[in-house]
């Protein structure tokens, strides 16, 4: 064996994205105890900045331990109960993870089926609310990795409160490159990863609740299934002024890697964040329209920082990624579920989101597809 030493690549997919110098930078720092009081006092630093990028002001926000799908089972675990009635929207690949999620916490999961590449239809939950008024919880996705749809969290939690139902949002892909407004939209229980538009390592999943659902976890009648995702274990150390108790070692140089992160992030400033990601959007579809290349989501619903487009008739799908990655050291996704082999994933993700990332990709792409 010797030290590894990963390629230079372009991380151009569905995340990781491209990680910033600065954070790497950052998590070479020397390793200090989780519970030193410098490095609690960072710890603060961080939900304070999870709280600007998630627009809230909710107590309960934080980065769990482990990578997105870790914040997604912190979401389930703690407010699904058994026989809960959760009513899931699937249009895409993470939807269909919430519904596992929640069958296997003893959930009743009523699906809303979506088409792959759209958007939830906010028509579709009333009617299913409107047939489960028992339902609990309404769960969807805010931005859909698998196809590059975006859904209309604000009306979906509308929608979902009057009819009594507390709201779980993926906001994995979403967070720091599409609006997204916690409070604002009332979304009661969100999770994201620190892969994607932050731009720091995989790994960690920033989550927040507000009141409403601290309350439903609260009254849980039966104790949470894990002990590990339990919140009223993990928030006695996390919490806020309180002596902070082990609960499990925190990831210590990751976190320096994510206390950059959100620096770099207020220095820029989240709408500009947000605008950067949109621009560069519109750069790249101006530059794929020229090579030919269509998109499959509409217009009005895209994710600026993932493009999902159809694979042109005469290309070979693996062949042409293999030689974006051979020759260009240049990754981009493939399609996912029922899209496999027939769409490609360009992101354009935080640090990633770049003009020049956007000409390698196109000039890549134009002469692997020649
Ligand atoms: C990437 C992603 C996840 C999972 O995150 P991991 O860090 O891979 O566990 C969940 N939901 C969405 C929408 C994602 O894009």
């Not at 999870?50 to 912190?74: D, I, Q």
């Not at 928030?235 to 950059?260: D, Q």
């Not at 974006?324 to 990754?331: F, G, P, R």
Request: charged share 20%; with cysteine.
């Amino acid at each position: 064996m010797k030290s590894f030493n990963p390629p230079s690549r372009t991380l151009m997919g569905p995340g990781p994205s491209d990680v910033n110098p600065r954070v790497l930078l950052a998590m070479a720092r020397p390793t200090i105890g989780h519970l030193d009081p410098s490095f609690i006092t960072m710890m603060d630093e961080v939900k304070e900045a999870l709280r600007y990028a998630f627009k809230t002001e909710n107590k309960l926000t934080m980065p769990v331990s482990a990578p997105g799908s870790a914040g997604m089972e912190t979401c389930f675990a703690n407010l699904v109960e058994p026989k809960d009635k959760v009513i899931v929207c699937i249009n895409g690949v993470f939807g269909m993870r919430m519904k596992e999620n929640v069958t296997r916490f003893g959930g009743q999961a009523i699906i809303v089926e979506n088409n792959w590449g759209e958007p939830v239809s906010p028509e579709k939950l009333e009617k299913a609310l409107s047939e489960n008024k028992d339902a609990k919880i309404v769960a969807f996705v805010h931005a859909e990795t698998s196809t590059g749809a975006l859904s209309d969290a604000k009306k979906l939690c509308k929608i979902a409160h009057n009819y009594n139902c507390i709201t779980i949002v993926d906001a994995v892909t979403s967070l720091a490159g599409s609006e997204l407004l916690v409070d604002e939209w009332e979304i009661d229980a969100i999770y994201s990863g620190t892969q994607k538009c932050l731009s720091a390592m995989p790994g960690i999943s920033p989550i927040s609740l507000n009141e409403r659902a601290i309350k439903k976890v609260e009254s849980r009648k039966t104790p949470v299934s894990s002990w590990f995702l339990d919140l009223n274990l993990v928030m006695s150390y996390w919490n806020e002024g309180a002596k902070r108790a082990y609960h499990h070692t925190a990831p210590v140089n990751t976190l320096y890697g994510l206390h950059e992160a959100l620096l770099i992030l207020q220095e820029e400033g989240l709408e500009n964040s947000w605008s950067r990601h949109q621009q560069n959007h519109e750069i790249l579809k101006a530059g794929l329209f020229d090579i030919g290349i269509k998109f499959l989501v509409e217009e009005q619903y895209r994710l600026p920082q993932l493009n999902a487009v159809f694979i042109p008739e005469q290309a070979n799908d693996e062949k042409v990624r293999s030689s974006l990655l051979q020759d260009y050291n240049l990754e981009i996704g493939a399609g996912l579920g029922i899209y496999a082999g027939k769409v490609w994933r360009i992101g354009l993700m935080g640090y990633a989101s770049k003009k020049e990332n956007i000409a390698l990709c196109l000039s890549a792409l134009n002469s692997v597809l020649k």
